[in-house]
């Protein structure tokens, strides 16, 4: 067991955690910012598609990225699990099981966004559909990522108020950084429903409402990259 904790320190896997948090981060901000939003054009399913087209690799690019950043969603999710199953291992674990089922969702909805690239070839049974069909499906496509990437949140929203209450516990990690991870679940679980339930309202709502949740999630990464964890205090909680 010694030889575990002198390999896995809390320390050095908190830091390790917050550079797999800060990567998530900075690509999900970078998907989102820099690639759908300045490839989709809301309600204009023929500009999309233009765009899709002309900008394919960046697309592409997108949809890569989107895969690696749940490659380091998965560590990251061993890694907390690891350094809050002191507080509570059930909970911990269960948190694991909800990140699980999040990253597996919102990485088959990138099936979606390869998906919207397929009318848009050249192959010959696509002279079948006339220009305003292949665009709406590429748009269908599109718009069916998004709802798949707010089913994902529904479950990751758990995820962020598990993990807040545990740290909120822990003693070896701030109190203020549970506090504000249980508010970005709430937010998440609020959009994602208001995405299901009232379109119109998610459309008010957003992106207002997540930006408390990228508060909490910030504020957790910046906690395990720079004031790291209390390996005095997780001890005490691991014995």
Same mark, same amino acid.
């Given at each position: 067991?010694?030889?575990?904790q002198g390999e896995f320190s809390p320390r050095v896997l908190g830091r390790i955690g917050g550079?797999?948090?800060?990567?998530?981060?900075?690509?999900? /901000?970078?998907?989102?910012?820099?690639?759908?939003?300045?490839?989709?054009?809301?309600?204009?399913?023929?500009?999309?598609?233009?765009?899709?087209?002309?900008?394919?690799?960046?697309?592409?690019?997108?949809?890569?990225g989107e895969l690696f950043q749940l490659t380091c969603c998965v560590a990251l999710a061993w890694? /907390?699990?690891?350094?809050?199953?002191?507080?509570?291992?059930?909970?911990?674990?269960?948190?694991? %099981?909800?990140?699980?089922? @999040?990253?597996?969702?919102?990485?088959?909805?990138?099936?979606?966004?390869?998906?919207?690239? %397929?009318?848009?070839?050249?192959?010959?049974? /696509?002279?079948?559909?006339?220009?305003?069909?292949?665009?709406?499906?590429?748009?269908?496509?599109?718009?069916?990522?998004?709802?798949? %990437?707010?089913?994902?949140?529904?479950?990751?929203?758990?995820?962020?108020?598990?993990?807040?209450?545990?740290?909120?516990?822990?003693?070896?990690?701030?109190?203020?950084?549970?506090?504000?991870?249980?508010?970005?679940?709430?937010?998440?679980?609020?959009?994602?429903?208001?995405?299901?339930? @009232?379109?119109?309202?998610?459309?008010?709502? %957003?992106?207002?409402?997540?930006?408390?949740?990228?508060?909490?999630?910030?504020?957790?990464?910046?906690? /395990?990259?720079?004031?790291?964890?209390?390996?005095?205090?997780?001890k005490l909680k691991a014995a």
């Amino acid at each position: 067991m010694e030889k575990d904790q002198g390999e896995f320190s809390p320390r050095v896997l908190g830091r390790i955690g917050g550079v797999l948090y800060l990567i998530s981060i900075i690509m999900g /901000l970078f998907n989102e910012a820099f690639v759908r939003n300045r490839i989709i054009v809301s309600g204009d399913a023929t500009a999309t598609a233009a765009k899709i087209r002309s900008l394919e690799s960046l697309w592409r690019f997108g949809i890569a990225g989107e895969l690696f950043q749940l490659t380091c969603c998965v560590a990251l999710a061993w890694i /907390l699990y690891v350094l809050l199953r002191p507080v509570s291992r059930d909970l911990a674990l269960l948190a694991t %099981f909800f990140n699980l089922v @999040a990253i597996a969702i919102e990485a088959a909805v990138q099936l979606n966004l390869l998906a919207a690239l %397929f009318p848009l070839g050249s192959a010959a049974y /696509l002279r079948a559909f006339t220009p305003e069909q292949i665009y709406a499906m590429t748009s269908l496509s599109v718009k069916l990522h998004g709802y798949g %990437f707010g089913v994902g949140l529904i479950f990751f929203a758990w995820v962020c108020i598990v993990w807040g209450y545990l740290i909120f516990r822990s003693g070896f990690l701030p109190k203020a950084v549970g506090v504000l991870m249980q508010i970005a679940g709430l937010c998440y679980l609020i959009n994602s429903f208001a995405l299901l339930l @009232a379109p119109t309202l998610a459309n008010r709502l %957003f992106p207002a409402i997540l930006i408390p949740a990228l508060v909490g999630e910030a504020s957790l990464c910046l906690c /395990l990259l720079i004031k790291g964890v209390n390996i005095e205090k997780w001890k005490l909680k691991a014995a």
